[in-house]
C-alpha cells in the first residue's frame, strides 16, 4: 500500500477541518494519508468539538474553562467530545476502511501503530480496555474510552474520533505530550514511524494534490468557517 505524509503551511483550526475532510473525499486510491498539523497562531490555537455535540453545551465548556477570547471553536465532522487545541499533537488519517469490521477494529489498528512508535522513544501505553462510557463524553479527555491508549498509570494519552465515507475512514487524533519527556518532533517521528511499520510503507512527503487544495479552500469558506455549521445543533 502507498502512504502520504502531507505537509502544509500552517493553518487555523477552519482550515485543517476543512483539509481533513477533503483529503477524505478525494483519496488517493489504495494508499493511507497522514497529517501532522501545524497550527497557525499561538496557544490556545483551537477548541474543536464533535459533530453531534449541541453548540451551546460546547460553549458553556468553553466558559468555564476561560478559552481567550477570538479562539477559533469549530465542528469537527468526526464524533467525539471536546478537544482543547493547547498543546497538544493533533494528527489526521485518511485510509482505506477494512471491508470486515466495525470501528473498534478501526481504532485498535490505529492506535497500535502509534503505541509501537511510543514504544520506541521509551514511552510505554496500554490500549484502555474498560467498558466505554455511557453516552457521550462531553471533553474527549475526561477520561478514557475502550481502545484509547493510556500511561502506565492509567491517564489517556491518546483519543480520536472517527468518519467513514464510501469506503474510506477519516481518522483525527489528539495526543498529550505533557510529561513524556520526549521533543515534540521525536513524538512526531514516532507516529510517522509507528505508521510505516503498521501499514509496511514508507511515507512519501507531498504537498496537497490541487483536487484536495480547492476542496479545502472551498469547505473552509463555505462550512467550517460559518455559523450556520458550527451553530447546527
Not at 512526531?188 to 484536495?212: D, K, M, N
Request: hydrophobic content about 40%.
Amino acid at each position: 500500500m502507498r502512504a502520504f505524509l502531507i505537509e502544509t503551511e500552517a493553518l487555523d483550526a477552519y482550515a485543517q477541518m476543512a483539509l481533513d475532510e477533503a483529503v477524505l473525499e478525494h483519496p488517493e486510491p489504495d494508499a493511507v494519508s497522514l497529517r501532522l498539523y501545524a497550527w497557525l497562531g499561538r496557544m490556545p490555537y483551537a477548541v474543536t468539538f464533535g459533530y453531534s455535540q449541541p453548540y451551546r453545551e460546547v460553549m458553556e465548556s468553553v466558559g468555564r474553562r476561560g478559552v481567550a477570547a477570538g479562539t477559533p471553536v469549530v465542528r469537527r465532522s468526526t464524533g467525539g467530545g471536546i478537544v482543547w487545541h493547547d498543546g497538544d499533537i493533533t494528527f489526521s488519517l485518511v485510509f482505506p476502511w477494512p471491508s470486515v469490521g466495525g470501528p473498534r477494529g478501526v481504532y485498535r489498528r490505529i492506535h497500535a501503530g502509534v503505541r509501537t512508535g511510543l514504544l520506541a522513544c521509551g514511552v510505554r501505553t496500554l490500549p484502555f480496555s474498560g467498558r466505554p462510557t455511557a453516552g457521550l463524553r462531553a471533553q474527549c479527555f475526561a477520561g478514557p474510552e475502550p481502545e484509547d491508549l493510556v500511561r502506565e498509570d492509567g491517564t489517556k494519552l491518546l483519543g480520536g474520533a472517527l468518519r467513514r465515507r464510501r469506503g474510506t475512514g477519516l481518522y483525527q487524533g489528539s495526543l498529550r505530550p505533557e510529561g513524556l519527556g520526549v521533543p515534540r518532533e521525536a513524538l512526531h517521528g514516532a507516529i510517522v514511524e509507528g505508521f510505516s511499520l503498521q501499514w509496511s510503507s514508507l511515507f512519501a512527503r507531498t504537498e496537497p494534490r490541487p483536487v484536495v487544495a480547492a476542496a479545502a479552500e472551498e469547505l473552509r469558506a463555505q462550512r467550517y468557517s460559518r455559523e450556520e455549521w458550527n451553530q447546527r445543533r
